[in-house]
């Protein structure tokens, strides 16, 4: 599965989900860090990754439908210092052996993954 990290998370969590098999870049490394938004979701569209961010605001599926997008997976957490992160993102890797977020919305928060779309 092809991921793009927002440039809001650790460069570990590119590890992490490469170790598991995934094709995933980080937005630093692609060196667009800091564009908008929307141009981001057009990158991930145009590349057909699924976007991963702490951004919430690409949890609004009036603005951002799951339907348009490769998938999206919004991280939602108090604590955004890395090691917190880096265990959502190890949440993720797991499920992400039996769930596809292609065309989903998914929202990750301590204690639960939601899925929409």
Known sequence: MRFKLDENLPLEACRLLRQAGHDAVSVLEQQIGGCPDRELAAVCQAESRVLITLDTDF?????????????????????????????????????????????????????RIRIRG
């Open 59 to 111: 949890s609004n599926i009036l603005v951002y439908p799951p339907a348009d997008a490769p998938g999206r997976i919004v991280i939602r957490t108090d604590d955004q210092a890395r090691p917190a992160v880096v265990r959502l993102m190890k949440r993720i890797a797991t499920a992400l052996q039996s769930e596809n977020p292609r065309g989903r919305l998914w929202i990750v928060e301590r204690d």
